[in-house]
């Protein structure tokens, strides 16, 4: 079972930046293309980012693109989430997640519903 721990969220102004990390378990772990959602109170959850299983993929949301870099280090067991220039409208909550698979590809992921485990979430909120 892959469990997934997120931290580093907080309360910053417009213009700071915050590191997100996601903690995962699992042997398998290096396997999995990871994502990065978000959801404000009253809005459906979107897509933030993702990476595929050994970093060389990524994908981002036209909302934070340029602004925000996901990485990994799977020796660690470890996905994050570099926010900069931060917004008002970024304040949400962020969740990590892992598609399980065994299948290595260059391959990203924007829709939550192929994700198979999800973290608890962390709070980011910016004010203007």
């Known amino acids: 079972q892959v469990q997934l721990v997120e931290s580093g969220g907080g309360l910053v102004q417009a213009g700071a930046s915050l590191k997100l990390t996601c903690a995962a378990s699992?042997?398998?772990?290096?396997?999995?293309?990871m994502g990065w959602f978000r959801q404000a109170p009253g809005k459906e959850r979107e897509f933030v980012a993702a990476?595929?299983?050994?970093?060389?993929?990524?994908g981002y949301a036209d909302a934070v693109k340029g602004r925000f870099t996901i990485s990994r280090d799977n020796a660690k067991n470890t996905v994050y989430l570099q926010m900069n220039s931060l917004k008002p409208e970024d304040t949400a909550v962020y969740y990590c997640?892992?598609?399980?698979?065994?299948?290595?590809?260059?391959?990203?992921?924007?829709?939550?519903?192929?994700?198979?485990?999800w973290g608890q979430g962390t709070q980011v909120t910016v004010s203007s």
């Open positions: 997640a892992a598609r399980q698979t065994s299948t290595r590809s260059s391959t990203t992921h924007s829709r939550g519903s192929l994700y198979d485990h």
């Open positions: 699992g042997r398998t772990f290096s396997s999995y293309p």
């Open positions: 990476i595929n299983w050994s970093g060389s993929s990524t």
